[in-house]
């Protein structure tokens, strides 16, 4: 069984062709419309798929959870997520499932060409964010993906935004799951998009990135660093004090500077500890 999900918000003008075109390669669709104001639930249900309605915009990552667990209610042997808003080409689903069924991949992400649609500036984005992740994918904010029915909920995100997209690969990656990529045309010309300006897209998943790198490791990206600034804190207190035994002349301005990297340095290794001790708990328990 194949099921598609497809994550929608205002999608009315698009959501039936990705509807019908997906309809083809598929057992079930279900969409999740993330609190629309517009027709985009009632189009999806009067072409016969299976709706989840968020009565707010709760943001990409929550539509994507909505949707697994639904999906893994029936058992699938593999599921696919698609954008509503046809950047993406639903005639590619087969090329996205056959590795899959094939018994070659657990993650089939459909990447983007080199000779698609995708501006400059966003491409040179997304190359960044790919090599910041770490994972040695190369599009690992394509929404358009394929899954092995039996992994889904070992993968659904807890993060409510855009960043979704890097979590579930993260969390693959760290359960060495098979992930792997297949060239598929995006398009973006004539097509609205993004809901979120570039900045604000940019801004989401990086702190998101960032914020599961801390509380994952809060020794190494919050202890350590608090240890060098609170070392270079003692020292400059230190030269502060022999200045004045020697001179009789107080050196304020490194006194403050001196007293602040004290305490910042105190802040950042109380809060990596603390923080450590939390996580340390949350996975005991779980």
């Known amino acids: 069984m194949i099921i598609v999900c497809i994550p929608a918000y205002n999608e009315e003008r698009t959501i039936a062709k990705v509807i019908v075109k997906a309809r083809k390669y598929c057992d079930k669709i279900i969409v999740c419309d993330d609190g629309s104001t517009d027709y985009t639930g009632i189009i999806a249900k009067e072409l016969g798929a299976e ?59 459909g990447a983007r060409s080199k000779y698609d649609e995708t501006p400059k500036f966003r491409r040179m984005g997304i190359k960044a964010l790919s090599t910041l992740s770490r994972l040695g994918i190369r599009d690992v904010q394509s929404g358009f993906r394929a899954y092995r029915g039996e992994i889904i909920r070992d993968v659904i995100p807890t993060s409510t935004g855009m960043d979704a997209s890097i979590e579930i690969l993260e969390k693959a990656a760290a359960m060495k799951l098979r992930i792997l990529e297949v060239e598929t045309f995006i398009r973006y010309k004539g097509l609205k998009t993004s809901k979120l300006n570039l900045a604000a897209h940019i801004y989401d998943l990086i702190t998101g990135l960032i914020h599961r790198r801390v509380m994952k490791r809060p020794i190494t990206y919050l202890g350590f660093p608090g240890l060098i600034t609170l070392l270079i804190g003692i020292l400059s207190g230190i030269w502060v004090i ?42 005991g328990e779980s």
């Not at 035994?245 to 001196?258: F, N, V």
């Not at 990297?261 to 708990?281: E, H």
């Open 242 to 283: 022999q200045r004045y035994m020697q001179a009789k002349q107080l050196a304020i301005g490194t006194a403050l500077i001196a007293v602040m990297l004290v305490i910042s340095g105190l802040l950042l290794v109380l809060t990596s500890i603390l923080l450590y001790i939390i996580m340390s708990l949350i996975h």
């Open 51 to 109: 709706v989840i309605r968020h009565e707010r915009n709760m943001g990409y990552g929550s539509a994507l959870r909505s949707l697994f667990l639904k999906a893994s209610t029936y058992s699938p042997n593999v599921i696919v997520t698609i954008d509503a808003d046809m950047q993406h080409n639903p005639d590619d689903i087969p090329k996205l499932v056959k590795p899959i069924v094939d018994g070659k991949a657990d993650i089939v992400i």
